[in-house]
């Protein structure tokens, strides 16, 4: 049975997670800390656990082996190197740091304690991200001119962040607003099929000011990546609708995802784009459950804290593009 405690409940994923803990045959959920005792409290008589007064007495007191950080983004840095440092393994939820600083610190200490890590960037898992990454390491489309990918919802539109998870829209908790919330899902896809951009500029903007003049609700981010592909990256709480995800374009091919299905152009596959492409890999376990599996002592893909701070240093570095209205090297 792996012993997990769950370090702050306050992310709008903790109820999925919770969920997913609960359906788990040998997990067990031992203690729950948050700052808020009446939050804590709650997902602790889910659980059927105790609630702790701090976040270390989740090792020392309750015994656990692994947490589960679901906190506000600005308390990671008091929680996640003492918890490597006491051998936790850790799922993180993104993104990593509050700032760039925060989050290579924090990768720097839980790859010197070789601590297992996971944090929640799911979309990898996507068949159709699996069989994108193939082609593209593959050399089906060529010479690779522009890649885009979008992630976008109605999170602002909805009132999705009006009541309990308020502080996801206020970027002095949370770091960033829409853009970064979402378009960060958007950065590690890009990055995780073209490595590290060689400079980044953006435009971030308030649309209907439902959270504040400080809080972005959309952005678009242009990327230039080693060997000449010039990225788009997409990410908002004002979409109605978000029906494609991503484009490829090279000289020698062009793909695409609509609504979950990829296209493909190229003539090394022989496909005109017309129909879906139909080998896929089998979809991953969520990114959540990977992390459990790897607790369970499976070989796994997991994310590395070092991907989960570089992330944050790109994300970091188009925010301050789009203040400055400038291109940033990285």
Same mark, same amino acid.
């Given at each position: 049975? *792996?012993?997990?405690?769950?370090? !702050? ?17 040998? +997990?067990? &959920? ?5 700052? %808020? ?23 020392? =007191? ?24 006491? #051998? ?16 290579? =610190? ?8 070789? &601590? ?19 082609? +593209? %390491?593959? /050399? ?14 109605? #999170?602002?539109? /909805?009132?999705?962040? %009006?009541? %309990? ?7 002095? &908790? ?21 490595? *590290? ?30 060997? !000449? ?18 484009? &490829?374009? !090279? ?15 190229? =003539? ?13 890999? =089998? ?48």
């Amino acid at each position: 049975m *792996k012993k997990i405690g769950v370090a !702050g409940v306050a992310h709008i994923h903790t109820p999925n997670f919770a969920t997913r803990m609960k359906a788990r045959p040998g +997990v067990e &959920v031992v203690a729950v800390w948050d700052p %808020d005792p009446a939050r804590a409290e709650k997902y602790a008589k889910e659980f059927g656990c105790r609630t702790v007064s701090n976040v270390e007495a989740l090792w020392q =007191e309750a015994g656990a082996e692994a947490l589960v950080v679901c906190s506000e983004t600005n308390r990671h840095r008091e929680i996640v190197p003492a918890a490597a440092a006491a #051998g936790m393994a850790l799922f993180v939820e993104k993104p990593l740091g509050f700032s760039a600083a925060d989050a290579l =610190e924090m990768a720097a200490a839980i790859e010197k304690a070789g &601590v297992v890590f996971q944090t929640g960037y799911f979309m990898r898992g996507a068949p159709v991200h699996r069989a994108l990454k193939r082609m +593209v %390491d593959d /050399g089906v489309f060529g010479t690779i001119t522009r890649v885009r990918h979008v992630n976008c919802h109605c #999170g602002s539109l /909805g009132g999705w962040f %009006d009541t %309990d998870f308020r502080w996801m829209a206020d970027p002095a &908790v949370a770091g960033c607003g829409a853009f970064g919330d979402l378009g960060t899902h958007s950065l590690d896809i890009l990055m995780w099929l073209f490595g *590290k951009p060689e400079s980044v500029t953006a435009d971030i903007s308030v649309v209907t000011g439902r959270y504040g003049a400080m809080c972005d609700e959309t952005g678009t981010g242009l990327l230039k990546f080693p060997g !000449g592909a010039v990225g788009t990256l997409c990410g908002g709480w004002v979409d109605v609708m978000n029906p494609v995800t991503c484009e &490829v374009s !090279g000289i020698e091919g062009f793909a695409y995802i609509r609504n979950g299905e990829l296209f493909v152009k190229s =003539e090394r596959l022989n496909s005109d784009g017309n129909t879906p492409w139909s080998d896929l890999p =089998e979809e991953l376990p969520h990114a959540f459950e990977l992390f459990l599996d790897a607790l369970e002592g499976r070989n796994v893909p997991l994310v590395s804290a070092s991907e989960a701070a570089a992330r944050n240093v790109v994300m970091e570095a188009l925010y301050r593009a789009a203040r400055t209205h400038s291109w940033v090297a990285l």
